[in-house]
């Protein structure tokens, strides 16, 4: 049994989590579990074993001193500047997202999965990307229909047969987990170009530490602070020519950007330089920044632009964000573009559909962490199926991301499944369909008590030497009760996401958590 | 430095300088109308030098209709419109250091960010008139904050350079701004000539917290021709238009490393030139020659160093393709 | 039949530019019964170029420029010989060859010559209106194709000038005029839409003593169609012939945009763009 478990019995021997007492009645009565799987309580509304010295110290919070200090928690993002940008009308509006206080606890052996499935997916997918752009194996071996992939708008023949450095594709992908109604995990998507959030999964863990340290001191949590170091190695890893002192920068479409603040503080924490593309010249194949003090080399680029607006040159001529030649010295070897161009063709939600089969491919592996079932509307078969079960599917438009462009069956008007219906007929090849899953669920404040709120869990992997797995997440909650969209731009919040210790470190570092 | 990064230090050190010069004139005229809340006829003449020393007549005339206390303070504190209000300083201010805030302190930062989320809460929640004076304080304070902050944490590099050269060529072209504006007063008009003048100086002093100064200096003597003298040679008054030139070319030496090189060349000259017209007059040669073509051509050249100073360092260049 | 082409971009600039990059693709093809057996580029002011494959086989050349300058000349020459591919006047396709076009294999195959692009977006009506009495009145896809070149050099009137390199398909159907690439662009759409790969190819034509001929002096741009078990087969819709050996191909791709000859982006003043081409037989052949 894990140390957590056994340190609470020790120290609270007669409190007892399975005697109601006043106070919980206020806080979990009204918690109403469903058919989806709820991560704190289980089907006999009793905490689950990880989760219970985190329901113990909740019961002991005072309703007044909670409301206080989540108002003190979102007072401090909004002080700091942690925002996004919401654009409604053309017209720009700064945001922060809310914040749920109750963590998401993983336990190390069920982390230990999830990592094992996601390097495997992660080192899938790369191959992949890599045999796409250059013999495409995988396309005349037949395991992946070839129309699917030479033809989506994402595949840029552009970057055909470059040869990027370690042949990584990916530098950070983030990868989006749903558990389902068996709390089994599954991946429900791929964001292999500009996956957003990690500075929200750091800000989470301060505000955390800062307004509710109590909760730390039953638990042992694998630190977020050395990830930067990791971050950094994995992109120097990247460099072109193996340069062991590469300059590095994050090219960012600028401040008015609705994710700027994770481009500034990833860039700060990383220590490398935040530019935009008018800092960039191309020169004779080779990328350079314009400083106070003339031109200076540019190794590498984590970059935060789109790729059609990368290169006015290659892609659309229109693009002010970004560098004319960029591409061409991509191409010579003389930068490497962090993630690579044309990642999005992995990404797709119609190729989705095809990743356990890559790692079957590429690996010969069982994939260790499942898809969420998907019919491709492109098929005949599959979209009879889905245009005769609209109303219990959700249907996916294959090019449109942040719960935009989507179908939720069970909850939608009569008037919203016609409007698909005719779409996916016109359109079949844009659209795919998913069985609705009930999200697991876990407890969100909600003022007076708490409610069962729906989750997702975004794991960001690292490439670099060996692919690595950030310790955490991005725990996103749908604080609309019963809502299923977690997106920020869809009212969706934010949870702080715990992984614990491996029981032997759990010893060592036990000194250090009882002040944490 | 990023020619980019160093165009966002330099303007948003500017800007803020600007906001806190802004309230500074607003406070002072705030005060004389109290203290001379008879004389009906200067009433409005204070309103319209304010207007004047903020360079934007036009665009008021368009906005509004009359000039009142109200719309006078909506435009310079708080009128989105106005692009040299104290909210747009401040807006500017807060937009450059978001562009650069992985370069500055995090204090600065959140200071700046709270500070703008504090002027913006008072512009859209209707403002009292009553508690303007409040408003000026709070951006004096923030302003003196920020300088402190920079102060105590910034590394003094290139981007602590970058925020002085921006912040000085404002002081100065401002110090120089409200002097022309003061000067071209004509006071004879007035009945009590003798205290309407020494209101007058005074309340320059006050606007640009001189008065103490001034006093240990020059005694409780206040005349135009002392004033002046005082805020245009004083070597150690840091408002004075010398102070903040000298300060000016000490940033760009230390940015240089005391070598001038061919693209900074001009920008040298352009620095040397000013501060030897600082330098070579006395305030008697001003006063004969009329200080309004004096201050002028002083603030022409602090244009003209702006200028100068974006093109040495690439500042604000952007690709056209 | 041996060629000798030689082509000259010449770019005046009203005011200097600087900091220029620019890719063109002018190389002729040297593959199947075309060979270039010389080619140069020469580029003033004098600057080094890189060359690399596109994922559709054509040689693209970048080159910078970054010192100002006001004016840029880019000059090509090659010698190009071709032969003609034998039987493609006349030929009927075989009852496995016409069922291989529906085949999965086939279609995954030519996955990106069968699919719409911006430039050749065609409505349903229109796709009707234009194929369906040819596609019943043919016996085999090509002499549907055949017949297509005939109805499309019909319909259009050829006009320079009447449209630029930005026009649609569609818009060509509804204005009924245009130049190479607008009928080249409609073919495209028209076999695609019947289940025939085709693909744009852009080059140079040998007008010759042959003033029938149309192209002007500059570039010309045609279809090639694939049938079942033939080699790609070219296709004039401007001329409505079949190509044989007075095409001389540069590059191909899905449609325009695949084989832009010339792009480049500079900071600096307005440009005026003046092209010459040139093609003669070769005396030593």
Known sequence: MAKYYNKIIEQKPSTSGFVKTEEEKVLFDLYKLNSSYDEMIDKNKQPRTHCYPMYDRLLKMSPEEMEKRHAFAHGDFLRQGITFTVYNDNKGTERTMPFDFVPKVIPQKEWHQIEKGLIQRFEALNMFLDDVYHDQKILKDKVIPRDLIVNCPHFFHQVAHIDVPARQHIFMAGIDLIRDEKGEYRVLEDNLRNPSGLSYVFQNRYVMRKVYPELFYDYSVQSLENQFSKIHASMSYLAPHQNPDPTIVLLTPGVFNSAYYDHSFIAQRSGIELVEGRDLVVQNRSVYMKTSRGLKKVDVIYRRIDDEFLDPLEFREDSLLGVPGLVDAYRAGNVSILNGIGNGVADDKAVYHYVPDMIRYYLGEEPLVKNVDTYLCRDEEQRAYVLEHLDELVVKATNASGGYGMLIGPHATGEEIEKFREQIQINPSEYIAQPTINLSSLPAYKGDRFAACHVDLRVFIFGGETPTVFPGGLTRVALKEGSLVVNSSQGGGAKDTWVLQDEEVDHQEEGEQSHA | MLSRVADSLFWMARNVERADNNARLIAVKLISQLENANHQEELEDNWEELIQISGYQSQYSQQYEKITDRNVIEFLFFSSKNPNSVFTGITIARENAKAVREIIPQELWEMLNSFYLEIKECSESSWEIEKVNDYCELVKNRSLLFQGIVEATLQRGDAYLFMEMGKYIERAEKTSRILDVFFHKNLESYKNVEIVTYHHWWSVLQSVSGHEAYIKTYRPLINDQNVAEFLIFNPSFPRSMYFCIQKVKGAFEMIEDHHVEHYSKSLFEALEYLENDLTDYTIEEVIAHGPHSFLQSFQNRCNKIGQLIAKTYYLGEVTVT | ?285
């Open chain 3, 1 to 285: 039949m041996k060629f000798e082409v030689s082509q000259t971009n010449h770019y005046d600039y009203s005011l200097p530019v600087k900091q220029s990059i620019n890719q063109f693709k002018l190389k002729p093809i040297d593959e199947g019964k075309q060979r270039c057996l010389s080619y140069t580029a020469t580029i003033d002011p004098p600057s080094e170029t890189f060359i690399h494959r596109d994922y559709w086989g054509n040689a693209v050349e970048t080159f910078y420029l970054w010192e100002e300058h006001d004016f840029l000349t880019i000059d090509t020459n090659s010698i190009v010989e071709i032969t003609p591919l034998e039987g493609i006047d006349e030929f009927t396709l075989s009852e496995e060859q016409k069922m291989a076009f529906q085949t999965f294999d086939f279609r995954q195959e030519y996955a990106e010559f069968l699919t719409g692009t911006d430039y050749t977006h065609l409505p349903d009506e229109i796709l009707h209106e234009a194929t369906d009495e040819l596609w019943q009145n043919s016996r085999d896809p090509y002499e549907f194709v055949k017949m297509l070149n005939a109805y499309l050099y019909e319909k259009l009137s050829y006009r320079s000038g009447a449209t630029t390199v930005k026009t649609t398909a569609q818009e060509v159907f509804e204005k009924r005029e245009g130049v190479c690439q607008d009928y080249t662009h409609l073919m495209l759409a028209l076999c695609r839409y019947r289940g025939i790969p085709a693909r744009y190819v852009s080059g140079y034509i040998y007008i010759g003593e042959n003033s029938a001929l149309r192209g002007d002096a500059a570039t010309h741009a045609w279809v090639e169609v694939k049938m079942p078990g033939w080699p790609w087969i070219g296709i004039d819709p401007t001329n409505n012939i079949i190509v044989k050996d007075q095409h001389i191909k540069v590059a191909v791709g899905r449609d325009y945009r695949d084989i832009v000859p010339l792009k480049g982006v500079y900071i600096g003043g307005d440009q005026t763009l003046a092209v010459s081409v040139s093609v003669k037989k070769s005396e030593e052949s």
